[in-house]
Structures are given as C-alpha cells and as structure tokens.
C-alpha cells in the first residue's frame, strides 16, 4: 500500500470524522444529587415553611439539592402503599405512628443516626422510641410528637358555671350542660386522625385496650370496650350534633373557632390559628390536660417520624439531612415555627423556653409521662397501622351510636381486627 496521500482523499477523510465527531454526544456533566421528603402540610403552615428553608440551606451547605413534598395527611397511606409497590418515589418519608412497622421490610435501618443523636442529645422518650424500634432494628428516626390536650372555651364554662373536665365521666355531665347552653363538645366518630386518636385514649383510661400485650391477641371483646361505646354512645346523643360522624381533622378546630363548640380533644391548632388571625375568641381559648378515667390518664399522641426507603440511591444523603434537621438551632427553630406544636422526642430538646413563656402551654410538656404508641400495652405492629388507617376503632362506634347493639359493634371490630392481625387489611386505608 502506497504511503502517499493525496490532497482530495485528506479532506474527505476529514471531513468524514469532522462530522463523526458533531455527531458524538457531549460528555455529561456531573449532575447534582437530589434528596427527597414527603411529609404532611402541616396544621401550622409556618412550621413546613421552616422545614423548607433547612432544606435550603441543607442544600447549600451539602452541594445537593434537598426537596420537601407535601401532600394532606389523610392521602399519605395510599401514597406510601403505591410507592413501595412501585419500588419508586421519594428517599424519605414521613412514618407517624406505626409506618415503620407496616413497612418494616421496605424501609433502611436507621440505628447509627438514633443511636447518635440519642447520645448526643440525652436520649430519647420511651414511647416515641418504640413507635420507631421494630424487631429487626431501627426503621425511622423520631421526629416530633404532638401533644393531645383538651381545647376549651373558658367563657363558655364560665357562663354555664363549671370548671374543665379532669375526667371523661365529667366530660360528659359537663357537655351535657354545655349543649344546652348552646355549645356542644366536639369528638370525631369518622375518618379523621383525631377519631382514631382519642378512642386510644379515652380506652386506656377505662382499662380497655385493643390487643393483649403480646401484640398479637385481640382485645376488643371487653366489658371495659363495652363501656367506653356506651360512653360514645350518650356523649353523641347528649353532648354533642350529628355532624361528628363526618368530620375530617380541622372539623373540630373550625366549631371552637367559630363559637359554637365549648371543648374538643384537639392539639393546639385552633388556639395558634386564633393568634395568627388576630381572632378576638383567641382570649378565650384555653387548654387542659386530656381526661382521665378509672384506669388512670393515658394519652396516644401523633408520633411522626422519618423513614429512608430500601430503594432510593440516595440514603447516605438522607440521613445527612435528618442530622441537620437535628441541629439544636435547627430544631428549635422549627419548635418556634409551629408555636409549640412540635415536641421534641430527645430530652434535651424537651426544655425549649417556648412552654413555659404562654401559660396556655404550660401543660403541654408533661403528657411524656403519660403518652403511649398505639397499640399499648403491646407495641405498635403491622396490625396497627392497618386498624388505623382503615378507620375501625371509628368505625366501630359509628356503628354502635347509629343503633347497632354493643356486643355486636364489638365483635364486628374483632373480626375486622383478627385480618388486620393476618395482615388482609389494606395498608393503603
């Protein structure tokens, strides 16, 4: 073969790998990792506001891109249903109550964050650790709980002559009086948070519970159960308006905001609603702390937590965010934000000043000593988040107060709760 190359064949051939390299795809450039949280909207907006700007500057400090989702919280258990069907969605999300249970085998061990922050910051409360401590390790990391006091209108007391409920039973002498008057008490029997968490409650304080204390035996069929619907069933008739049996979870902060409702079992929202919108009833509004009963006083506040899928490709990245939402300046900020809404569940976070600044939150702290997950005397399980989304502890009385018999009500939600044991009740609600 001839080494001579002539003039014409030079420029073809360039011309050829010229255009062979247009056509080439540029090199890639180094994309920005992204981290993403579905949580809740918040009952105080101003605390995801919060959440958002750490997420900024998260972002900044960590060169990712750190992005929050939220969506109502009665739609996240079809949302975490489909996406750990689909093996695809956000890195993180917001496992309240017994999620890190029902997805035990979907979520990523978290123990190394719990166990440094606990150390850090003075170690966690019982109760919120339990909601998040499953047999195989740690499946969210305890985020913040609510506390669950009584909300109530001192002037309506005040004119009816009665000074709040320290128990149930007085709770429903008192509505009694208080319907009379023109102001009915306010407990959801629907498909709300709220309904599911004051029948926890209101059970514990009559000795009542809903499976034995190995997790596993169902509970429900109980001369205690059977007093607490009979409870349910006068408090509906005399105490409170129909409208209960179809409440969502700002039903009742919108009936004591609006001057009809005297008491609800119901966080602080109303109260920081009426501060934020200069409401004049905002003077008003009080708390108390819950009731209590034969059995002593028991609380089951929300416990929310964050928990890291198996299948996002981001988990390093994730729990680098859930250590700076950690931050004490970051989390007091966020305690700041919902104007007492969230506690901490790490002791040393517990002594923030904000409680003791408004008289009206005094109390709000001390309902650690009392608060249980649900599922208590057991710990929480798969079968409870499953009896909780899919409503049946309301369900149960809704029946029982539209005129089922008792014993039958009871059974009905035995049955209902023996598939949720078997798992055969939908995780999505």
Known sequence: M????????FLRTSAVATAGLALAPAPALAQKREVTFLSWNHFVPAADDELRKQAEAFSKQAGVTARVDTIAHLQLPAKFAAEAQSQSGHDMIFAADANPYLYEQQLIDVGDVVGELGTKYGGWYPFAAESCQTKSGWRAVP?????????????????????????WAELLSHGKILKKQGNPVGIAISHCADANTTFWSVT?????????????????????????????????????????????????????????CSWIHNPISPYNAALKEKMPIADDINHHPSPGGPAGIHSAPPI???????????????KDFIRFLFRKENFDAWIVASNAFNHPPLRHFADHPIWAKNPKFAML??????????????????????????????????????????KRAMEWAQEQIVLAVKGQLKASG
């Open 2 to 9: 001839s080494g001579h190359v002539t003039r014409r064949h």
């Open 304 to 318: 929310g937590a964050i928990g890291i899928w198996k299948f996002s490709k981001n988990a390093d990245v994730a």
């Open 365 to 406: 702290p001390k309902e650690a000593e009392y608060a249980h997950p649900r599922g208590w005397p057991g710990r929480p399980t798969d079968a409870v988040q499953r009896i909780q989304v899919n409503y049946t502890l309301p369900d149960m009385l809704a029946k029982a107060v539209n005129g089922m018999p008792t």
């Open 143 to 167: 985020w913040f709980w609510i506390s669950f006091p009584a909300t109530y209108n001192m002037a309506h007391f005040k004119q009816a002559g009665l000074e709040y409920p320290k128990t």
């Open 204 to 260: 514990w304080c009559y000795g009542g519970k809903v499976l034995e204390a190995d997790s596993k035996t169902p509970a429900i069929v109980s001369d205690k159960t059977a007093q607490v619907i009979e409870w349910y069933k006068e408090l509906y008739k005399d105490a409170m308006e129909p409208e209960v049996l179809s409440w969502d979870d700002a039903s009742n902060n919108r009936c004591i905001l609006a001057g009809k």
